[in-house]
């Protein structure tokens, strides 16, 4: 092992989380998870640790036996996930994945995740510090939902969201109602949400006793799927990254 990949200097290169991630591997998280199961290699040897740091240039890093080399161009699409594809960036088996609707020519990888059944706002980056920043639950990044659920509840049972429902143990979610309507025996209702719990929307509903029976992602940081049809994306415009980078970094 390098003198470089295991410096006791702090300020010496990158940690192997963020190299990996920068490098379009995925996100910092997807990248700690990788690392730990010691599919990564710093100059022949395995590290199994997410702080080890490496130096561009200097570091030899594979992932899966393959070089790994940090990304200069960075890519930014906003996408309108249907319903029925998976959101990752590999299937064994065989099922429609986001990235296959994407243009190939560069690494990239979605930004958290919808369900299956979940359509709306997606994105989509090779740029592992944006990436990170935007799934962080610290972070507080508010992503509108359009929820529509069994059943009418009452006002005051909406509002229980917003002083915080406990969907597992230790958990408490919290979100805003923005506005609600009944729609015959079902229920229109618009959220936003500023974590990132798994299933997180499904989750509360279900505890309130009214199932989600469809779900679409509105917003995503403020970037809607507006004017594009479900399969369809676009890549985020210069002010749009600016704009971005500006709401994760001013955290």
Request: a positive charge; glycine letters at 10%; hydrophobic letters at 35%.
């Given at each position: 092992?390098?003198?470089?990949?295991?410096?006791?200097?702090?300020?010496?290169?990158?940690?192997?989380?963020?190299?990996?991630?920068?490098?379009?591997?995925?996100?910092?998280?997807?990248?700690?998870?990788?690392?730990?199961?010691?599919?990564?290699?710093?100059?022949?040897?395995?590290?199994?640790?997410?702080?080890?740091?490496?130096?561009?240039?200097?570091?030899?890093?594979?992932?899966?036996?393959?070089?790994?080399?940090?990304?200069?161009?960075?890519?930014?699409?906003?996408?309108?996930?249907?319903?029925?594809?998976?959101?990752?960036?590999?299937?064994?088996?065989?099922?429609?994945?986001v990235v296959d609707f994407l243009p190939g020519d560069a690494r990239i990888y979605p930004v958290g995740r919808l369900d299956f059944d979940t359509t709306g706002a997606l994105l989509l980056t090779n740029d592992g510090d944006v990436a990170y920043r935007l799934t962080h639950p610290k972070?507080?990044?508010?992503?509108?939902?359009?929820?529509?659920?069994?059943?009418?509840?009452?006002?005051?049972?909406?509002?229980?969201?917003?002083?915080?429902?406990?969907?597992?143990?230790?958990?408490?979610?919290?979100?805003?109602?923005?506005?609600?309507?009944?729609?015959?025996?079902?229920?229109?209702?618009?959220?936003?949400?500023?974590?990132?719990?798994?299933?997180?929307?499904?989750?509360?509903?279900?505890?309130?006793?009214?199932?989600?029976?469809?779900?679409?992602?509105?917003?995503?940081?403020?970037?809607?799927?507006?004017?594009?049809?479900?399969?369809?994306?676009?890549?985020?415009?210069?002010?749009?990254?600016?704009?971005?980078?500006?709401?994760?970094?001013?955290?």
């Amino acid at each position: 092992m390098s003198e470089s990949a295991n410096s006791g200097d702090a300020k010496a290169g990158i940690r192997l989380n963020r190299f990996l991630a920068m490098a379009g591997i995925g996100s910092r998280r997807v990248c700690d998870e990788l690392i730990q199961k010691g599919m990564v290699q710093v100059n022949g040897v395995i590290q199994v640790e997410p702080a080890t740091r490496v130096v561009e240039g200097r570091d030899q890093v594979e992932f899966q036996g393959r070089p790994v080399n940090l990304v200069h161009e960075t890519h930014y699409y906003i996408f309108n996930k249907p319903r029925g594809v998976i959101t990752t960036t590999s299937d064994p088996f065989g099922r429609p994945i986001v990235v296959d609707f994407l243009p190939g020519d560069a690494r990239i990888y979605p930004v958290g995740r919808l369900d299956f059944d979940t359509t709306g706002a997606l994105l989509l980056t090779n740029d592992g510090d944006v990436a990170y920043r935007l799934t962080h639950p610290k972070f507080q990044i508010p992503k509108v939902y359009q929820v529509l659920v069994r059943g009418n509840p009452p006002e005051a049972t909406l509002r229980r969201v917003e002083a915080g429902i406990e969907i597992e143990a230790g958990f408490v979610a919290r979100g805003e109602i923005n506005g609600f309507w009944y729609r015959g025996g079902n229920t229109e209702v618009r959220l936003t949400l500023r974590e990132g719990k798994k299933r997180e929307v499904k989750r509360i509903f279900r505890t309130l006793g009214h199932p989600v029976v469809r779900l679409h992602r509105e917003s995503f940081a403020a970037l809607t799927v507006t004017g594009l049809k479900p399969g369809e994306w676009r890549e985020l415009t210069p002010e749009e990254v600016r704009e971005l980078k500006e709401l994760v970094h001013g955290h």
